[in-house]
């Protein structure tokens, strides 16, 4: 190459990398960024939104502290079908990038590996509420990193222990269950009105050994974190002795570990 070429080639290369930072799409994001946007219970039946930003197919998007939905979102699909959790999801159709648009449904995620998040087509995942029969959100807080726990514990089994009794039960509450979590913060309460001489309760994995929680002596309480593959049905093992008294048994959930 000549000295009167080499002006020439070093036109050709900018212009050649103009094309293409010209090209070039700024709205790609990293895979599965996520960061802020957790939930926030506003009342029966509407949620907002904290300030943050993520990505959806690839595309970037936040949340803004102006942004209407830091205010309120009122979810559409409370009605019907009685107790059930609502996906929160990144509506992609009807969202202006970088802002967005939100969309509920009962219709549960899938975990989408190209893009390293929770996916209904292409709505991505951000969160999700528990709904009681009366149609109405139950009361939450969600903290970073997807910790999501209930006001109180939401009780899914309640029983009366006799005395002198000693059962094993297969209770499967998979229902009551997120598709999309890492672990389930779950209580375990057994009371009387009198002393029990002793009394013990045991929550395990069916088909797996070990005892995750036990107590004795009097009435008690405790919580415990159990994580498990969410395809297994549970099964709780109760034992107790209170010398012709009795006392009841509870077995709820606080609160769970949040994929998005």
Not at 61 to 87: H, I, R
């Amino acid at each position: 190459m000549n000295k009167s070429q080499k002006p020439f080639a070093l036109i050709c290369i900018i212009a050649a990398i103009c094309t293409v930072v010209s090209g070039a799409d700024f709205n790609r994001a990293p895979a599965g960024l996520i960061k802020g946007v957790e939930l926030e219970y506003v009342d029966a039946n509407k949620i907002s939104l904290k300030t943050g930003y993520g990505e959806s197919y690839g595309i970037y998007w936040e949340v803004t502290s102006t942004d209407a939905l830091t205010t309120s979102y009122q979810l559409t699909s409370l009605t019907g079908n009685g107790e059930k959790f609502l996906y929160i999801y990144v509506d992609y159709s009807e969202s202006a990038f970088p802002s967005i648009a939100l969309i509920d449904s009962a219709t549960p995620p899938v975990w989408n590996e190209d893009y390293l998040g929770f996916y209904n087509g292409l709505d991505r995942c951000i969160g999700f509420v528990w709904v009681l029969a009366n149609e109405t959100i139950y009361p939450f807080r969600m903290t970073q990193d997807g910790v999501y726990n209930f006001s109180t514990a939401l009780i899914f089994h309640q029983n009366t222990i006799s005395s002198l009794s000693s059962a094993f039960q297969l209770f499967n509450f998979d229902a009551y269950v997120p598709q999309n979590i890492s672990q389930v913060n779950t209580h375990i309460s057994l009371w009387s009105s009198q002393t029990w001489t002793w009394a013990t309760v045991a929550l395990e994995p069916e088909n797996q050994n070990g005892a995750l929680w036990s107590f004795g002596a009097k009435a008690a309480s405790v919580s415990g974190n159990l994580q498990f593959d969410q395809t297994v049905p549970r099964k709780f093992e109760y034992v107790a002795d209170a010398s012709g008294t009795s006392g009841t048994l509870q077995l709820g959930i606080l609160g769970y570990q949040m994929l998005r």
